[in-house]
């Protein structure tokens, strides 16, 4: 069964992984709350300041692999292919209040994009996709 919060977190991920933050957008809350790795992120114009180097200069695709959903919450679970990286998982949990994202707990794999500050650092080439 299908449900709104998941059919919206379907929808914003879709549309940042084909590089349409606008659209994204529109489905997040003015005042979203923004749970990373980094820290804590509130507001709309944070999320997409996080959002937008990753979707447009980093990512190259994303193959989903699972999603679910309740009433109220919705969790997906994907893989990215970018450029730092041939492989970094990630997974979302997003809540949704008036069919916007109002909070996304969002956890990803760090070390793919640490060793590739390294390389950086080196001074190596970066991988190409």
Same mark, same amino acid.
């Given at each position: 069964?299908?449900?709104?919060?998941?059919? @919206? *977190?379907?929808?914003?991920?879709?549309?940042?992984?084909?590089?349409?933050?606008?659209?994204?957008?529109? =489905?997040?809350?003015?005042?979203?709350? %923004?749970?990373?790795?980094?820290?804590?992120?509130?507001? @709309?114009? *944070? =999320?997409?300041? &996080?959002?937008?180097? &990753?979707?447009?200069?980093?990512?190259?695709?994303?193959?989903?692999?699972? *999603? &679910?959903?309740?009433?109220?919450?919705? %969790?997906?679970? =994907?893989?990215?292919?970018?450029?730092?990286?041939?492989?970094?998982?990630?997974?979302?949990?997003?809540?949704? #209040?008036?069919?916007?994202?109002?909070?996304? #707990? &969002?956890?990803?794999? #760090?070390?793919?994009?640490?060793?590739?500050? #390294?390389?950086?650092?080196?001074?190596?080439?970066?991988?190409?996709?």
């Amino acid at each position: 069964m299908t449900s709104s919060p998941l059919q @919206i *977190a379907l929808s914003h991920h879709r549309a940042w992984t084909s590089k349409d933050l606008a659209a994204a957008m529109a =489905y997040v809350a003015d005042d979203v709350v %923004l749970d990373a790795p980094a820290g804590r992120l509130t507001g @709309i114009e *944070a =999320y997409r300041q &996080f959002l937008r180097p &990753f979707a447009e200069q980093f990512l190259v695709r994303a193959e989903l692999i699972a *999603a &679910f959903g309740d009433e109220t919450t919705a %969790l997906i679970m =994907y893989d990215t292919e970018t450029i730092p990286a041939a492989s970094a998982p990630a997974a979302e949990c997003v809540t949704i #209040r008036a069919g916007k994202i109002v909070h996304n #707990r &969002f956890v990803f794999d #760090r070390l793919p994009f640490e060793e590739f500050r #390294r390389r950086q650092a080196a001074g190596e080439a970066p991988r190409l996709p």
